[in-house]
């Protein structure tokens, strides 16, 4: 058997620091402000406030504020401009090309804005489907990474064992759960992590919750075919 490739997208297929993560930070913030009646100092408090409990601040709007977490995903992720703000690897179609195996985008972003991306990367010809977080909700419930219940119910879907499952990611949290449902796990080091984010890098050899590390997904084929052993 093939093994399947679990690919994040924002920080680990294209560089969201410069441009796309600043926009989405300034969204996030005047949605929180303008929804809850705050201040932009304290909106952006209850963003971190939220993202350190929950992983996400989305989840924190909808248990403590009732939020409609589409109407917050649409809100938060306008980008008129986003093909030409993207910043695109050339490498990145021919890597993808050389994994053996289905190539499958898994994000916390919204499906409108992950596809995208992922036009706008020259690559939807080498992603077989995208996971987004709208797929994430279980009986309405948002479990978005690094939920160990969602990636057993994404496992699941996919009818494989999770031991040929591949997950691709610059976040050390998102791999630790994901090695502990028995998942494979890559780390992406080359790109910075977002504001708000506990994570951080991790070498290869010091940590058993990540198999191998790479510098970018450009060179996952090399590396990761020859690293990361799958069972047979």
């Not at 939920?147 to 691709?168: D, F, I, K, Q, Y």
Request: aromatic share 6%; proline share 7%; charged share 25%.
């Amino acid at each position: 058997m093939t093994p399947v490739w679990l690919l994040d997208l924002d920080n680990t297929l294209h560089d969201a620091m410069p441009v796309v993560f600043p926009r989405i930070n300034r969204a996030m913030t005047a949605y929180v402000a303008r929804e809850l009646s705050l201040d932009e100092r304290e909106a952006g408090a209850l963003r971190a406030h939220y993202w350190q409990r929950y992983g996400a601040t989305l989840l924190g709007l909808v248990r403590h504020h009732g939020i409609d977490p589409h109407h917050f995903l649409r809100e938060t992720h306008p980008f008129p401009d986003l093909e030409r703000i993207v910043r695109r690897d050339h490498r990145l179609a021919d890597a993808l090309r050389r994994l053996p195996g289905r190539r499958i985008v898994v994000t916390n972003s919204p499906l409108h804005y992950a596809s995208r991306v992922v036009r706008a990367l020259g690559i939807a010809a080498r992603i077989d489907s995208i996971v987004s977080i709208e797929a994430m909700s279980f009986a309405g419930r948002w479990q978005p990474k690094p939920s160990r219940p969602m990636l057993r119910r994404l496992v699941a879907r996919l009818r494989v064992p999770a031991a040929r499952c591949v997950l691709v990611e610059d976040t050390p949290v998102n791999l630790a759960a994901a090695r502990r449902v028995g998942l494979r796990t890559v780390l992406v080091t080359g790109i910075s992590h977002r504001p708000f984010h506990p994570a951080r890098r991790t070498r290869a050899g010091a940590s058993k919750r990540i198999d191998v590390q790479v510098q970018s997904v450009a060179h996952l084929p090399r590396k990761a075919l020859r690293s990361v052993t799958l069972p047979t």
